[in-house]
């Protein structure tokens, strides 16, 4: 089913009856709200798959929740959402599906790609990644010394890293002792130096982890850790033992010496961004075994399914990205914030950086037209409660909106005294102080009342007066594992996909990465000392390289 490109979004009437009904939140501030409505909190409640959303201190109505649903369906949404999970080719540029929901179907109802059922190489990926991870946890598959494997080093970047470094560390409970797994990312020699620094050649196995197998600063880790390998008393037969790859190019891992047994397949249909599911989950199954793996994907699942059936008004993703698009273009929100009450998914906003920013960092519609509007929010973030002492000032006294969703297991895998009420009241209490506030008046008689001198009172209101009527979601689960975290990334990926959809942009493409990379094989060869490519350099480019050129010295090849 080919679905029609809707109209502009701005010449919409959904779009201009939901901006005309704007206005009327002026004059209704959230405290107003809770106050005339005691059953807000409940009527603004919704579970889905082990989550709870409260979105009840949203700056909206019961109306404002009509125009945003009504949007919804007015740009085809639920089409949409069928659409996607049907493998309809949704990303316009490349001419794919995004099939990310197969990778956890479970069922082998036939999903189709050009005519052939994907589900069979599906299960049967997620078969070899089981035999895989029971031979390297058991002690099976050893080293070249005939020693168990003690340490994964996943290789990888962007997606091929972000999720299963996110999902590693939000499970670091369900961890076993060996093997102990490390993520090197950056082409920086330093994140790979620490890493390997403490390692030992003969116990050590490496994931080549790269969708194209043609990322620069992967292929760079990737050769550096062999030499170190080799150096370690390593040969070119047992590389093969120490080195496997998740890829969608299988010829160029095996051109790098990794056996075809070794190899994990990805594929087109998957977007790196959303292939955490895929075998790119390898190093996390490895931590946590492969049942943890798959308890993620039926969570992931579970949402999937809520997704799919429910309606706009009791439907999770779609509420919050309906919410994130009204904050947007109808306050001129230009951020959201995610912050995890949480010590292990402290690296979730950095993952949905990548998944929100790289899909919906978009200009243009489907055909090409440019967008009338804002697009993909900055998505931001960090563990709570230490952004409390960070930048929470911004958010209750800045002069920005930003609506924050706060994330909070309610109960901890780790009881220490009274921590987690105490964890738990920070949480309530800052979603409160950003919608409640403290007017200048109730400020001001606070001081008298703690007997500050009426001018002194006077002078400090206007600086300790907080506005208040500033949103959040508070998103709560009962613990945080596998099935909890599946749900949430999945929300997330569908959240996304929401916004997409009625922005009418492409989430699945990410062009926007492609001149800097080339633009950096055009800078390397100068850097190097080498003949470049006689470049017409600006100045500021030009003056740099030499610089960097004096700081290696005079010989040409450090750096
Ligand atoms: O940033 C561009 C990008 O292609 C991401 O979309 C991707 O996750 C990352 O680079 C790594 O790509 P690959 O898995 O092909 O190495």
């Known amino acids: 089913m080919t679905i029609p490109y809707p109209p502009?979004?701005?010449d919409t009437p959904e779009w201009s009856a939901l901006m005309n009904h704007r206005p009327q939140l002026d004059g209704l501030p959230l405290r107003e709200l809770f106050e005339r409505d005691p059953q807000r909190y409940p009527r603004m409640t919704l579970q889905a798959a082990g989550l709870t959303l409260d979105y009840s201190r949203n700056r909206v109505t019961d109306q404002t929740l009509g125009l945003l649903t009504a949007l919804a369906r007015a740009r085809g949404l639920p089409e949409r959402v069928e659409a996607l999970f049907r493998g309809e080719r949704l990303n316009t540029t490349e001419d794919r599906p995004a099939l990310h929901t197969a990778l956890r179907q479970h069922t082998d109802e036939p999903v189709r790609v050009d005519g052939d059922d994907i589900m069979p190489a599906v299960s049967d990926t997620l078969a070899r990644m089981e035999t895989f991870t029971n031979a390297v946890r058991s002690g099976e598959r050893k080293g070249m010394g005939g020693e168990p494997i003690t340490d994964v080093v996943s290789i990888g970047i962007g997606g091929s890293y972000l999720g299963p470094l996110t999902a590693t560390e939000a499970l670091t409970p369900f961890q076993s002792e060996r093997p102990r797994c490390h993520y090197v990312a950056n082409v920086d020699g330093s994140d790979i130096w620490e890493t390997l620094r403490s390692l030992n050649p003969a116990t050590t196995l490496f994931l080549v982890q790269s969708k194209s197998f043609t990322t620069q600063e992967t292929l760079a880790n990737a050769r550096v850790a062999r030499q170190w390998f080799l150096n370690g008393g390593g040969t070119e037969a047992t590389v093969q033992h120490h080195f496997a790859a998740v890829t969608a190019n299988a010829d160029r891992a095996r051109e790098f010496g990794i056996a075809g047994d070794s190899i994990f397949p990805m594929w087109d249909w998957v977007g790196g961004r959303y292939s955490l599911?895929?075998?790119?989950?390898?190093?996390?199954?490895?931590?946590?075994?492969?049942?943890?793996?798959?308890?993620?994907?039926?969570?992931?699942h579970a949402m999937d399914q809520h997704f799919r059936k429910a309606p706009p008004e009791q439907n999770m993703p779609m509420l919050m990205g309906l919410l994130g698009l009204w904050y947007m273009h109808g306050f001129g929100a230009e951020s959201q914030a995610v912050i995890p009450y949480d010590h292990y998914l402290r690296h979730l906003p950095e993952h949905l950086q990548q998944l929100d920013m790289e899909s919906n960092g978009k200009r243009v519609c489907h055909d090409g037209s440019p967008v009338s509007h804002h697009t993909g929010p900055v998505i931001w973030g960090g563990p709570g409660v230490n952004g409390q002492h960070a930048y929470h000032q911004l958010l209750h006294q800045g002069t920005r909106l930003v609506p924050v969703d706060f994330i909070l297991p309610l109960t901890s895998h780790n009881p220490v005294y009274g921590h987690h009420a105490m964890l738990?009241?920070?949480?309530?209490?800052?979603?409160?102080?950003?919608?409640l506030g403290r007017t200048e008046q109730e400020v001001y008689a606070a001081m008298i009342a703690e007997g500050m001198a009426d001018d002194e009172a006077r002078r400090l209101a206007p600086h300790r007066a907080i506005p208040g009527n500033r949103p959040s979601n508070l998103l709560t689960m009962e613990q945080l594992e596998p099935a909890t975290l599946g749900a949430l990334i999945a929300l997330y990926e569908h959240r996304t996909f929401v916004q997409a959809a009625i922005w009418h942009i492409n989430p699945f493409d990410q062009w926007g990465v492609e001149l800097g990379k080339e633009i950096g094989g055009q800078i390397l060869p100068a850097l190097k000392g080498e003949p470049d490519a006689g470049m017409a350099l600006d100045s500021a480019t030009a003056g740099q390289i030499a610089r960097f050129r004096a700081a290696q010295g005079s010989d040409s090849g450090a750096g």
Do not use: H, K
Not at 283 to 298: H, I, K, W
Not at 424 to 435: F, I, K, V
């Open 8 to 10: 502009p979004l701005t």
């Open 277 to 300: 599911w895929s075998a790119i989950g390898l190093p996390l199954a490895l931590a946590v075994g492969m049942p943890r793996f798959r308890e993620l994907l039926v969570g992931a």
């Open 424 to 435: 738990t009241a920070n949480c309530l209490a800052q979603a409160r102080a950003l919608m």
